[in-house]
């Protein structure tokens, strides 16, 4: 997995499996995701499908020019295509939320998600032994979420804004009560507890992700991670949104026999 950019001004994040690639969201001017892919030294005309989370400007204004330059498969949902943001693309692929997808080597499960948008998904990736998640873009955290998001090798979590930093920031009253709620983004507090929830011995990659550039800062998250277990920041990467962070692979097999307790 590797990113190209993450947070409130656009997100694009690639995830690679054997001979299969595919990006998720493309939040980029054609030429400013042409540029970043360079960097990574990445071919774009390589890849095997876009996948949409919702159809916000920073997940999907670069998604339809990027597919008519490369002629790209894109996958999303009904209500996200029905919002009318991704037009004329070449190839759609439709599906409803909580959908399994395939995709050359990977097996994709759509995960719905409260956020305020149509219809908003995140995704699990699975392929052979690895499991690797992308989760950002949810205002609170439900069963249904954590039953599909445990168990990952990797994890890209969304670890959005500080709630104090939040309230007292630039924001104006109506922003704030739409970024901290039920249909928002995750807090460092909330995202924590989810992880706090999760499947710890199995975790050997996490990503810290759309974090706010005015309403958080990086102490504040680690606060929260050290509370979560004092390990986690060792194996923690951190997605910025001018480069977004460069490949992290998977182990070759899954270690399960390190022991966490909750600190």
């Not at 595919?22 to 990445?42: N, P, S």
């Not at 928002?184 to 996490?206: E, P």
């Not at 504040?220 to 992290?248: C, M, N």
Request: aromatic share 6%.
């Amino acid at each position: 997995m590797a990113s190209l950019g993450s947070g409130s001004r656009g997100n694009a994040t690639l995830v690679q499996a054997e001979q299969s690639s595919v990006l998720v969201d493309c939040g980029f001017t054609l030429r400013e995701i042409q540029r970043r892919a360079t960097e990574r030294q990445v071919d774009l005309a390589s890849l095997d499908a876009i996948l949409v989370t919702h159809e916000h400007s920073d997940h999907c204004s670069g998604v339809a020019g990027l597919a008519r330059h490369y002629d790209i498969p894109v996958y999303l949902t009904h209500g996200t295509l029905a919002s009318g943001r991704i037009d004329n693309c070449p190839q759609t692929r439709i599906f409803n939320g909580d959908t399994a997808l395939h995709i050359g080597a990977f097996t994709i499960q759509a995960v719905t998600v409260p956020h305020d948008a149509r219809e908003p998904v995140q995704y699990c990736f699975e392929c052979g032994e690895h499991r690797a998640g992308v989760l950002t873009d949810l205002g609170s955290v439900t069963s249904h979420v954590r039953k599909a998001f445990d168990h990952c090798d990797l994890l890209l979590l969304e670890f959005n804004h500080d709630r104090q930093l939040l309230a007292e920031g630039p924001y104006p009253a109506s922003l704030k009560r739409r970024v901290g709620g039920d249909w928002g983004h995750l807090s460092n507090t909330q995202a924590a507890t989810l992880l706090g929830q999760l499947n710890l011995q199995r975790l050997k990659h996490l990503v810290v992700a759309h974090i706010s550039e005015k309403n958080n800062s990086r102490d504040s998250v680690e606060a929260q991670l050290r509370q979560v277990h004092p390990d986690l920041l060792a194996k923690t990467v951190w997605a910025s949104q001018a480069k977004g962070f460069d490949w992290i692979e998977a182990p070759s097999k899954s270690v399960r026999h390190v022991s966490y307790e909750q600190a």
